[in-house]
T-cell receptor
Framework: EAGVAQSPRYKIIEKRQSVAFWCNPISGHATLYWYQQILGQGPKLLIQFQNNGVVDDSQLPKDRFSAERLKGVDSTLKIQPAKLEDSAVYLC???????????????FGEGSWLTVV | AQSVTQLDSQVPVFEEAPVELRCNYSSSVSVYLFWYVQYPNQGLQLLLKYLSGSTLVKGINGFEAEFNKSQTSFHLRKPSVHISDTAEYFCAVTLTGGGNKLTFGTGTQLKVEL
């Protein structure tokens, strides 16, 4: 079974530029998550989708971050304009969750490493 | 809101020695608990999880953890570590019925030395 796919793996941009990350979850997984992991910290949830609807985006900096999952499968996370503090690993993850139940295993991709200079 | 504390940022240990990585959580309601491992330049991989039932949970790679409700802890243990266990370990919590949103600790770097 293929895992969660992410691209690009690495990206270096200048501040105020834009960047987009793409994620393809495990086939059949209804729930998709984007996490931000700053060096030396644990991952922090940015946004959670259930199919093509947003379940939780309370920690997404909406003035510069946006995310979509238009067809309920793959997803794109965009940052515009980027700031130095956005340097982090952006982890996409997915799970089988059908309703708002919890405890289902969340599977993570290898991450997209962003450096803002 | 729930939170997770991993008091040890780094744990050095010699190969074949036992190890315990500590995790404490805070929540006013019932939780599910997880341990994830992150190898260099890779994503997170689930080691084990506690949902209900037996408080001793066995996971992959010989790891186990024990849920202690009275002490709000979920410590990870392995009786004999290997060089290949060198990695970052994250404890995480989610509320039961809470929509599967994980809150992670800050991680513990396990360094296994010869």
């Amino acid at each position: 079974e293929a895992g969660v796919a992410q691209s690009p793996r690495y990206k270096i941009i200048e501040k105020r530029q834009s960047v987009a990350f793409w994620c393809n979850p495990i086939s059949g997984h209804a729930t998709l998550y984007w996490y931000q992991q700053i060096l030396g910290q644990g991952p922090k949830l940015l946004i959670q989708f259930q199919n093509n609807g947003v379940v939780d985006d309370s920690q997404l900096p909406k003035d510069r971050f946006s995310a979509e999952r238009l067809k309920g499968v793959d997803s794109t996370l965009k940052i515009q304009p980027a700031k130095l503090e956005d340097s982090a690993v952006y982890l996409c993850a997915s799970s089988w969750t059908v309703k708002a139940s919890s405890g289902n295993t969340i599977y993570f991709g290898e991450g997209s490493w962003l450096t803002v200079v | 809101a729930q939170s997770v504390t991993q008091l040890d940022s780094q744990v050095p240990v010699f190969e074949e020695a036992p190890v315990e990585l500590r995790c404490n959580y805070s929540s006013s309601v019932s939780v599910y608990l997880f341990w994830y491992v992150q190898y260099p330049n890779q994503g997170l991989q689930l080691l084990l999880k506690y949902l209900s039932g037996s408080t001793l949970v066995k996971g992959i790679n010989g790891f186990e953890a024990e849920f202690n409700k009275s002490q709000t802890s979920f410590h990870l243990r392995k009786p004999s570590v290997h060089i290949s266990d060198t990695a970052e370990y994250f404890c995480a919590v989610t509320l039961t019925g809470g929509g599967n949103k994980l809150t992670f600790g800050t991680g513990t770097q396990l360094k296994v030395e010869l």
